[in-house]
Structures are given as C-alpha cells and as structure tokens.
C-alpha cells in the first residue's frame, strides 16, 4: 500500500523559512512526478512545485519562483520542499502528491488531477 506521509508544517512569522518533507512507502510503479500543493480557504488547489523524478527537472509556480525549492534524496523515497522569505499569502495547507502521468506537468503548469496518491495536507502559517 502506498503512503505519502508529510512533516514540517508550523506557524511562521512573514519573511521566515520552513522545510517540508514528504516521505513514500510502498512501490509507485512507474511515477514520474512529485509535486506539492496547496490549498488556502476559499480557494482551489494549486501546484506550487514539481520535481521529475528521474530527470530532477523541476518545475515551479510563478508565486514561488525564487523563495521555494523543491529536491529528493537519492533513494528517490523522500522529496522536500524549502520554503524561504514566507509571505502571509503562503498560508494554506500543503500536500505532496505523486504521478504516474507524464501529463503532470505540461508547458511548466502543474496538473492536479494528474497526480494519483496524496498526502493527508498539513498547515502552514504565515503571519504579518
């Protein structure tokens, strides 16, 4: 059975940092992206960033360009997502998720319905 299980999430003052992991158990057979997401109240789900899993190639959302970065370890079994100067509209919930699609990412946009194994989502909290 596949599990994503997420730790990092907490409460930040604005221009802090933190650093999500996601870590996979049980075998994706033939994966080929992990992303993360979040999720504020009141609005939809965006990707944030991607990572191709066998390439390293990532992939990012406009609104983080230059403050998030995401990475993996060699095994392949555990992705990260550090988070730098935060701003009290990165407050949402955060999940990470993995594809099989090599749709999940098309022309740098992040696809959620392409991603087929979630996390549980976990808080982040930016204050001014």
């Known amino acids: 059975q596949v599990r994503l299980d997420e730790s990092g999430g907490d409460s930040v003052q604005a221009g802090g940092s933190l650093r999500l992991s996601c870590t996979t158990s049980g075998r994706i057979d033939g994966r080929t992206y992990m992303a993360w997401f979040r999720q504020a109240p009141g609005h939809q789900r965006e990707g944030v960033a991607a990572?191709?899993?066998?390439?390293?190639?990532?992939y990012y959302d406009d609104s983080v360009k230059g403050r998030f970065t995401i990475s993996q370890n060699n095994a392949r079994d555990a992705f990260y997502l550090q988070m730098d100067n935060l701003k009290p509209e990165d407050t949402a919930t955060y999940t990470c998720a993995a594809s099989r699609s090599w749709s999940a990412v098309v022309a740098g946009t992040i696809r959620p319905f392409a991603f087929d194994h979630w996390g549980q989502g976990m808080q982040v909290t930016v204050s001014s």
């Open positions: 990572i191709n899993t066998a390439s390293g190639d990532t």
